[in-house]
């Protein structure tokens, strides 16, 4: 491929029913491109988590995605709270979810672990009451 392939979408801060459209897209195209299931699947989870993430922390976002000949980055950013410790949020279970969104069944803390843990790389760039910018990478 000689050149980059990029997809930008806006994620609704305000409709859970929306959250996870921009990676369910992606999944698709990415099979349209004949890549491999298990890059499929890391992109998509990662993607899914942190759609979800915008959605019940910050109002919402952006997420754009960059298809490279050796990787697949995807920048998620928001404008929302900011995370005061990155450290203690990317601990299994922590959470800082309202009891109406858990009552929905999200909120359990395993979004920016399972972030992590389905991408080759990841940096958090937070900054309390401004937003929060999360660059992730899937090497091919």
Known sequence: MSENIRFHFDVDGENFTSAGEASVAVKKKLRQLGYPPDVIRKVSIAMYEGEINMVIHADGGTADVEVRDDEIVIVLA????????????????????????????????????????????????????????ITMKVNL
């Open 78 to 133: 928001d404008h929302g709270p900011g995370i005061p410790n990155v450290e203690l949020a990317m601990q299994e279970g922590y959470s800082t979810a309202r009891d109406n969104i858990r009552a929905l069944g999200f909120g359990a803390g395993m979004g920016l672990p399972n972030m992590k843990k389905y991408t080759d790389d990841m940096v958090i760039d937070t900054e309390v009451g401004v937003g929060t910018t």
